[in-house]
């Protein structure tokens, strides 16, 4: 197994490669559950030559971000053996990887794991080891409508206030004609809505836990990011935003319904607009965390009977020779290749040919910071790095989609996710 990267990059490299020879005789067959975004859509068609070379038969379970994470937790933490492979991102990966929950990862010289930008390579690690393999990785920004922008007068600079942000999006605001001023996530998980309002929370100066570990969402700095949220989504948002997350907001930007859209900068890569432009998150103040940083990342699970096959496969599937097979594939090309991974990336002359957004992207990208500080005792940006959090920030998901609902009013909304946040830490033993 150790030459089957080498062979399986025969059909789209030209490298010349002998057939790989299995224990039994046969190929095996992989199954992989991946998130239902562009990139990985894309990766089906694009390993159609992983296995028309190698004979690996590759069978894809594609699932919503919400429904993906609780069914592959709950088959990886049982060891259920259902997947070969699964998406993860930088929640899960140091955290099952210390666990044992997730195979650790160790590729051949040629994949070149030091071109793996470096706060990719170190939230999918754990004590140093990779468990994880970035598909692609992301942080935030704002991405606008220059046109509109311009047609009503208003400017929109990197890092903004935002207060500016929610005049811009009143300005740009026209409902009466299909265009609606902010487009961002409503809907209810730890990796949708949560995710965007804990970078508002951050750049107003809060935190999901003090010192103590104690849940902080009755802090007067979680209310004035909710509420400003709030307004600007009920004033300025389309209808029905407490369902929307990434999919259905790049649905929007692109039937030429949104003004702006703060959210994940991978989504640069699937915008038709001629006329987006770029700037880096808004900031209320605190100049840490603004931005949030992930990674769509591919690890195998303890239980799979296919190790060998399923980490050479993930060898291939997040290598240069991987992005250079989108590059080159003409169903897609350098505009779609999949992108916060990789130094080399952002200095091929194809890709920064093809792609506007690369500059703004990898800004974003290095400017996320992680790491705990004064404000934040965690490791983590719009999540934290504990077992716990992923139940902790569903509760608050929930709680903030009825708010912006109006199920409930902010108040009522952030009492119930304290109540919630601190039953479900004190069970756990922190205190």
């Avoid at 935190?207 to 802090?219: E, I, K, R």
């Avoid at 990434?246 to 702006?260: D, P, R, S, V």
């Amino acid at each position: 197994m150790k030459s089957l990267m080498n062979t399986a990059l025969g059909l789209t490299l030209g490298v010349a490669g002998a057939s790989v020879a299995f224990a039994d005789g046969h190929a095996p067959e992989l199954t992989i559950a991946i998130v239902n975004n562009g990139h990985m859509i894309n990766m089906q068609t694009v390993a159609e030559a992983y296995t028309a070379e190698t004979g690996v038969k590759l069978n894809w379970v594609s699932l919503e971000e919400g429904v993906l994470r609780e069914q592959v937790t709950s088959d990886t933490a049982t060891g259920g053996g259902q997947y070969d492979i699964i998406n993860i991102g930088m929640q899960e990966a140091p955290i099952w990887g210390a666990a044992g929950w997730i195979e650790p990862l160790n590729f051949g010289d040629d994949y070149d794991v030091d071109d793996i930008l470096p706060a990719m390579a170190a939230g999918l690690s754990a004590d140093g080891q990779l468990y994880a393999a970035p598909f692609y990785g992301e942080s935030s920004m704002v991405m606008y409508r220059g046109d509109l922008a311009d047609a009503a007068g208003v400017t929109i600079a990197d890092n903004d206030s935002w207060e500016n942000i929610t005049a811009a999006a009143a300005a740009m605001h026209d409902p009466d004609n299909g265009v609606y001023g902010a487009c961002l996530r409503g809907k209810p998980g730890w990796g949708d809505n949560g995710a965007f309002i804990g970078t508002i929370a951050n750049s107003f100066g809060a935190a999901y836990f003090d010192a103590d570990m104690v849940p902080t969402f009755d802090t007067p700095e979680f209310n004035a990011a909710v509420t400003m949220y709030v307004n600007l989504l009920q004033n300025y948002g389309p209808p029905g935003s407490e369902g929307n997350s990434f999919n259905e907001i790049l649905a929007l930007y692109n039937e030429g319904k949104c003004g702006l859209w703060i959210d994940a900068t991978i989504a640069a890569s699937f915008l038709e607009n001629p006329a987006v432009r770029y700037a880096q998150s808004p900031n209320a103040g605190n100049p840490v965390g603004a931005n949030w940083l992930w990674a769509w990342a591919m690890a195998v699970p303890t239980g799979t009977d296919n190790t060998e096959e399923a980490i050479a496969f993930i060898e291939w599937a997040t290598s240069k020779a991987y992005i250079e097979a989108v590059g080159n594939h003409p169903d897609f090309g350098w505009g779609s290749v999949p992108t916060g991974t990789r130094t080399s990336t952002y200095s091929n002359a194809d890709f920064l040919a093809a792609a506007p957004f690369a500059e703004a992207e990898l800004a974003a990208i290095n400017s996320a910071a992680p790491e705990a500080t004064d404000i934040k005792p965690y490791v983590g940006v719009q999540f934290v790095s504990i077992p716990e959090f992923p139940e902790v920030g569903t509760a608050f998901g929930q709680e903030m989609a009825a708010a912006l609902s109006g199920d409930k009013t902010v108040e009522e909304a952030l009492a119930a996710a304290q109540e919630a946040a601190l039953a479900i830490m004190t069970e756990a033993g922190y205190y």
